[in-house]
């Protein structure tokens, strides 16, 4: 059997003939192709600014230090997200002030996050759950009657839409990203988008080592064009013309790719939906998640150890499964003392039992079969290895 990645690019004809082009353009400093990913990025979100990084967390890092992240300021984030969202915290000098999450959909409860509100937050930072993005509408209220900026990640969101908006549509601003998590996976990259032109400026000077372009800094004779001036801290998170060139290919063919995940996962919920030792949650009526991949929750008598085994065995089957989101306060990155499974219990469980099929456009209905009976055929060997100890 060949092996079915977690994700997979599709990469076409015409992006070649892109490359190709946007290596003349790499020759001839012409940053163009970059300016291109952005408009069509601002298109698709339906957001005036975007602001091209060379990755998501960096997107994420420009973000969090444009809304005056300062060392010990606390931004509220859930406990149950991806390792890429708490870095980007740190890395901006804030501290994760950790919420538990809903048991069942994963996502912040407003009333936790309402309770975590302190002089010493700086922003709220949501994600949206695979199947249950409308949190996002709540989080936003909050942010209103607070005056706190919420950043939204949407890397793996980007596409998905609910009855009242679409993701990538909340908060001051959003992080899309065109690597391994996104839906419009290419060869990597993020971009923030945002309503509001003065972030946007800040953020790509944020980007930019914190040097303004030569058109907003002061004219200076004796300044060489190249020699832009520093008017605030900053990061080395430029994107690339090659990859900025490849993305386009992916962000114009978005409407076909989500189709096409979306019959996948139609597949896995026919076909997973009634085992007794698995948790599939359907997304409710109106809701229409992007599905970067499938999550699947294993049964309360598994344990982590059970969920990293059966992870191994498909991956010896050649099936590209992987973990689900992370306990956040339990990564090195944000280790706290004590155990944070007491203290996030919510989370805690839904790390250590969640895994991610392969839901790209190039599963087979065939691929979906393999990848169930594997799937079950791992979970009982587990089972069965547990008994037999």
């Known amino acids: 059997m060949n092996f079915i990645p977690h994700n997979r690019p599709d990469i076409r004809h015409q992006d070649f003939a892109s490359l190709e082009s946007a290596l003349q353009a790499l ?4 940053t163009s192709p970059i300016r291109e990913l ?8 339906d957001r005036p600014h975007a602001v091209a990084a060379t990755t998501a967390g960096v997107a994420l890092e420009a973000a969090m230090l444009s809304v005056g992240l300062k060392v010990g300021d606390e931004v509220i984030c859930p406990a149950f997200a991806p390792a890429r969202l708490v870095a980007a915290i740190v890395r901006a000098g804030g501290i994760p002030c950790f919420v538990d999450v809903d048991s069942r959909t994963g996502g912040m409860r407003p009333e936790a996050v309402e309770a975590a509100i302190s002089d010493r937050t700086r922003a709220l930072a949501a994600i949206a759950p695979w199947t249950a993005p409308s949190v996002l509408e709540e989080l936003a209220s909050i942010s209103r009657k607070y005056e706190v900026p919420l950043i939204e990640d949407a890397i793996e969101s980007l596409g998905t839409t609910m ?4 993701a990538a549509r909340f908060g001051v601003m959003a992080v899309i990203g065109l690597g391994r998590e996104s839906p419009a996976i290419a060869a990597g990259g993020g971009l923030i988008v945002t309503h509001d032109e003065r972030m946007a400026a800040m953020c790509r000077e944020i980007l930019m080592e914190g040097r303004a372009s030569p058109d907003d800094a002061e004219e200076d004779d004796d300044m060489p064009e190249e020699g832009w001036c520093h008017v605030r801290a900053g990061i080395d998170g430029r994107l690339d013309v090659l990859r900025a060139a490849v993305g386009i290919g992916s962000l114009e063919r978005m409407n076909e790719t989500l189709a096409a995940r979306r ?12 085992e007794a030792d698995l948790m599939i949650s359907s997304p409710p009526p109106g809701v229409h998640p992007s599905w970067t991949a499938f999550p699947v929750r294993l049964d309360e008598r598994f344990v982590q150890e059970d969920r990293d085994s059966i992870i191994r065995g498909m991956r010896r089957h050649d099936i590209g499964v992987t973990a689900g989101w992370s306990l956040g306060p339990a990564l090195p990155i944000a280790r706290r003392g004590g155990d944070p499974e007491d203290r996030w219990p919510f989370a805690a469980r839904l790390a250590s039992r969640t895994m991610l099929l392969p839901c790209h456009s190039f599963v087979t209905p065939a691929d979906v079969d393999i990848i169930c009976q594997t799937l079950l055929l791992m979970m009982k060997q587990t089972v069965f290895s547990r008994g037999s100890q």
């Open 163 to 166: 009855s009242s908006d679409s």
């Open 263 to 274: 019959e996948v996962a139609d597949r896995y919920i026919a076909r997973l939906g009634g």
């Open 27 to 30: 020759a001839e400093e012409d």
């Open 38 to 45: 952005e408009r069509l990025a601002a298109r698709i979100t």
